[in-house]
């Protein structure tokens, strides 16, 4: 009995594979298939225009409902759209979900190149494909400003094993630049 449901199952799974692809038919629509879906873009603004907000009360308001479960008005989804913001004085990109500080990944610039060195996502935003949207704001801007990327980064390194459109900007990490940003962090830890 088992066995025989097992291969229902199995066959049932094979027939649907072979109809689609990786984004699915699309029902009723004939001929060729329709391109996937462009990714949402994420935006460089000014730090000055970024909207921090305070931190959260522990109190419950008047009318006795904690905000945390109250359902959120249609049309709020333009709130929760990443917006990355380049905070060059404290060497970093932010990435941004409203008002939420997501994550972010963290450089050091060495004469016209910008050593990215950590990257860092809040564990309550995973799983949202931010830090890709980070790593590639960062990126575009550090190709616009005419630097050169090496990428310390363990996920800055992998993200650009995947994306070779920067290829033509990326240095080699080299001994020599570790050391040098290492001595750049201890300075850091020591002021």
Not at 147 to 175: F, M, S
Request: charged residues 30%.
């Amino acid at each position: 009995m088992i066995r025989r449901i097992h291969d229902h199952i199995a066959e049932a799974r094979r027939d649907r594979e072979d109809a689609s692809d990786r984004f699915g038919a699309v029902v009723g629509h004939g001929g060729d298939r329709l391109p996937a879906p462009a990714p949402p873009d994420a935006t460089i603004r000014p730090r000055s225009t970024c909207r921090r907000t305070a931190t959260a009360s522990t109190t419950t308001p008047s009318d006795g409902k904690d905000p945390a479960m109250t359902e959120q008005p249609a049309g709020t989804q333009a709130e929760d759209t990443p917006t990355v913001v380049h905070v060059p004085d404290r060497n970093r990109y932010e990435i941004h979900v409203g008002d939420t500080s997501a994550g972010l990944t963290a450089y050091r610039d060495r004469d016209d190149r910008r050593v990215f060195y950590h990257t860092k996502i809040d564990d309550a935003f995973g799983g949202r494909g931010l830090a890709a949207r980070l790593v590639h704001a960062a990126l575009d801007d550090v190709r616009a400003s005419g630097k050169r990327i090496v990428p310390v980064c363990p996920y800055v390194k992998k993200y650009l094993e995947k994306h070779d459109g920067y290829a033509d900007i990326t240095d080699p990490v080299t001994p020599e630049v570790l050391q040098w940003l290492d001595a750049r962090l201890a300075e850091g830890r020591s002021a």
